[in-house]
C-alpha cells in the first residue's frame, strides 16, 4: 500500500528529501548525501564568517559604526546591509566555459 506524500509545503527540504530517497528509489543515499552537504554547508559557512566580516567592515567605515551606536534602533537594518555588502561566501563556482567547443551543422 503506497502512503500519500504529504504536500511539500507542509515539509522541510530535508525531510523531502529523504521521503524520495526512501520511496520508489526516486533519490539514491549517495545523491541524498550529497544534497544534504550542499544544502548544510554553506548555511555553517555564513554562520561561522558573518560576525568577522561584519567586524572588519564596521572598523573599515567608522562614520557607519557611529551612525549604529547613535540609534541602536538601525542595528537589524545594518546586520541586513552588512550581510549583503560583506558577504561570507568567499568564493563561488564559475559557470564560465575554460573552452569553447564549435560544432558544424550540415
Known sequence: MRVPFPPLHHLPL?????TACDSDDRLG???LASLA???LEPGHETTRNFPGNATLS???HSAELDRIR???NCIPAAL?????FSSPIS???SGTPTKTHHTRRH
Open 91 to 93: 568564493t563561488a563556482a
Open 29 to 31: 543515499e549517495e545523491e
Open 70 to 72: 547613535q540609534n541602536p
Open 80 to 84: 541586513d546591509e552588512l550581510f549583503g
Open 14 to 18: 530535508l525531510d523531502c528529501l529523504i
Open 37 to 39: 552537504v550542499l544544502l
Open 58 to 60: 564596521l572598523r573599515q
